[in-house]
């Protein structure tokens, strides 16, 4: 299986939208009136990045502005935190009530 190419348009799109994405999950976490540790925070952070840079690859055909594309990433981002925070709820009670 050949690498991607480093230089293609996709995948620049994908990690601009990815790093909005961490920005994004950065000021949440600054804005957040309750601490979390480390190890939370970087879940946090890694999480937005993640869904941010998929919104980016997803949206990347669709979205000819690249201001809205952008946009759409960073909220994406900032989204993905809260989405990663009910998906491990929701899990882990599933997971008390099998075991």
């Known amino acids: 299986m050949a690498s991607p190419d ?3 348009s996709l995948w ?3 990690a601009i939208s990815g ?3 961490v920005a994004a999950g950065l000021v949440r976490w600054l804005t957040d009136p309750n601490p ?4 939370c925070t970087a879940r946090h952070l890694l999480a937005a990045g993640i869904t941010a840079g998929f919104s980016g690859l997803a ?3 669709l979205i000819d502005s690249d201001g809205l594309k952008y946009a759409t ?10 989405l ?8 882990r009670a599933m997971l008390e009530k099998i075991g």
């Open 19 to 21: 790093m909005l994405g």
């Open 36 to 39: 979390k540790s480390l190890g």
């Open 59 to 61: 949206l990347a055909n």
């Open 6 to 8: 480093p230089s293609s």
């Open 73 to 82: 990433a960073g909220a994406t981002g900032y989204a993905g935190v809260a």
């Open 84 to 91: 990663w925070d009910i998906a491990s709820a929701k899990l």
């Open 12 to 14: 620049i799109d994908a």
